[in-house]
């Protein structure tokens, strides 16, 4: 029982952050119709550059961690107005495609500043475990999931409660409705592209406090289809809920199925639930489904 809630305790940090990164890929799918291929790039570029701040200049890491928020959010703002904003009206396949481009620049661009080699946060967490009900928790993942458990919560509230987030919810009902009502719909797509950034980097930099920091990283983006799927494309709530359901269930498969074949149930796990959702609930749990008459 104690491998089993250690399994379930690592798989709710992991899963926590699976759904702050696909809480940015629901947003940017709910409000412009885009699956964004480059959400794994977008949490890589965001480590590099808290760790860069970090390392290279000296600078604290809460100071550090806000900086990248800023220049992520902006980065977010820029991807969207340089590129996407030109492709609007455009076939979904031709932005898509984009998207995939988009992540293979960021990857390149990341390895040509800084290498492919793992680098790893100075110590900024104690090493000293947590001992809680006879089982030892490192203090990252209890940071980690605080934080994403702020991040979560503060995005619930923006979105509910304030006019930017009810815009951006409009934006995400009905685009033309939302035009009608005076909303600047490109202005809500850039936030929505900065918004993902942000999030994306702080998934980005928890994982690398845990992991160390690689362009594998961004492997971690494309386990938000499982999730996204599983949760449905357009619910927020379908994100937080599919993300820790990963997070477990990956989890659980690496410690009692990958000893018994040899390992790589871990990696498979996630897929495995994504087809088997497609096939019996194609919309997710939470997601909406889109009746067409004809």
């Known amino acids: 029982m104690e491998l089993f809630f250690q ?28 699956v964004n291929f480059a959400q794994g790039e977008l949490l890589l570029v965001g480590a590099y550059i808290c760790l860069h701040t970090t390392v290279t200049y000296n600078v604290p890491f809460i100071a550090a961690f806000f900086l990248t928020l800023v220049f ?32 293979s620049v960021l990857r390149a661009i990341v390895t040509i500043i800084w290498g492919t080699d793992t680098l ?5 967490f104690s090493q ?50 939302a035009l009608s009502m005076g909303i600047d719909v490109k202005r809500i797509f850039a936030l929505s592209w900065a ?8 998934g980005g930099i928890f994982l690398a406090n845990i992991n160390g920091v690689n362009t594998s990283l961004s492997h971690f983006g494309l ?10 494309l357009d619910s927020i709530i379908g994100a937080i809920v599919g993300g ?21 149930a871990k990696e498979l796990f996630p897929f495995v639930i994504m087809i088997v959702v497609l096939m019996i609930k194609p919309y997710g749990l939470f997601g909406t489904v889109e009746v067409e008459k004809v």
Do not use: H, W
Not at 120 to 124: A, G, H, Q, Y
């Open 72 to 103: 992520t959010f902006l980065m977010g703002f820029c991807i969207e107005k340089i590129f996407l904003r030109r492709m609007i009206g455009e076939p979904i396949i031709s932005i898509i495609m984009l998207t995939i481009g988009l992540s």
């Open 244 to 264: 820790l359901i990963i997070g477990i269930l990956e989890n659980l498969a690496g410690g009692y199925i990958d000893p018994l074949i040899g390992g790589g």
């Open 223 to 232: 386990k938000v289809f499982p999730v996204v799927i599983l949760g449905g």
């Open 128 to 177: 000293a475990p947590i001992v809680v009900f006879g089982l030892s928790i490192s203090q990252v993942y209890i940071y980690s999931i605080f934080a994403v458990a702020i991040f979560l919560g503060l995005f619930t509230i923006f979105f509910k409660k304030s006019k930017v987030g009810v815009a951006m919810r409009a934006v995400a009902s009905d685009q033309q409705a």
């Open 120 to 124: 790893t946060f100075p110590e900024v």
């Open 7 to 34: 399994l379930v305790i690592t798989g709710i940090v992991i899963g926590s952050i699976y759904a702050l990164l696909a809480l940015g890929f629901t947003l940017i799918y709910k409000a412009t119709d885009v």
């Open 195 to 202: 918004i993902a950034a942000v999030v994306s980097a702080v």
